[in-house]
């Protein structure tokens, strides 16, 4: 079953902007991740926010948590075509067994120069 | 350095045959587990596995196997029972609850 669903699918900037992506999931989670691929590549671990968290700052991500909607968001500030990529979000449920994650369809970033 | 690594990077499979995939990781995490990703969709749970000698099956285990005899290694068998394997095949540890680590993948195609 798929827990996360991302919008939007795809995503078109310019270098400089800010790129909002957004993901809702449905059951209760213990924490939810974000993650970075870029094409034929593996995952890269961006930012992880727990349910008791509301807002997460790492370098030029910001991720909120919105428990009570079921919601995230993933705000990437001041762009870099390096930023090109797809992003996926993954809940850990609140049953979690194991570490298991639930990942989203992803994100599909393009920043253009 | 530390890190998960996979190999090969590609692996052509003729119709009828069983494949291996290789997963090794040397950060001494208990948790590895096996994800499938199909084009423009996000991961699918394959096996995991939380310690030696012991895992589960994810969402879409049919016609795959893996094995867990030792802490490094978690290795994929795609076997003949999986009727459309082509896909690409990631692997990922984890030390606690927490952040995943994935290894570069490995492109299978079915010829």
């Known amino acids: 079953s798929q827990q996360g669903e991302e919008d939007p699918q795809a995503l078109s900037i310019q270098e400089g902007e800010n790129a909002t992506m957004n993901c809702s999931y449905k059951t209760s989670i213990n924490n939810l991740q974000w993650y970075r691929q870029n094409s034929g590549r593996g995952l890269v671990h961006l930012i992880l926010i727990r349910s008791n968290e509301r807002e997460k700052h790492s370098g030029r991500l910001r991720v909120t948590l919105d428990t009570s909607k079921k919601s995230s968001s993933l705000l990437i500030t001041a762009s870099r075509a390096a930023d090109t990529a797809s992003y996926f979000c993954?809940?850990?449920?609140?049953?979690?067994?194991?570490?298991?994650?639930?990942f989203g369809q992803g994100t599909e970033l393009s920043v253009k120069p | 350095d530390g890190g998960i690594t996979q190999s090969p990077k590609y692996l052509f499979r003729k119709e009828g045959q069983n494949v291996t995939l290789s997963c090794e990781q040397n950060l001494n995490h208990d948790a590895m587990y096996w994800y499938r990703q199909d084009p423009g969709q996000g991961l699918r749970l394959i096996y995991y596995s939380q310690i030696v000698n012991d895992f589960q099956k994810g969402d879409i285990a049919e016609g795959y196997s893996v094995s867990r005899e030792k802490k490094e290694s978690f290795p994929l068998t795609v076997t003949s029972a999986q009727k459309n394997p082509t896909a690409f095949y990631l692997c990922?540890?984890?030390?606690?609850?927490?952040?995943?680590?994935f290894g570069p993948g490995t492109r299978l195609t079915v010829l």
């Open positions: 993954a809940t850990a449920p609140i049953y979690n067994q194991g570490g298991k994650l639930i």
């Open positions: 990922a540890s984890s030390l606690r609850e927490d952040e995943q680590f």
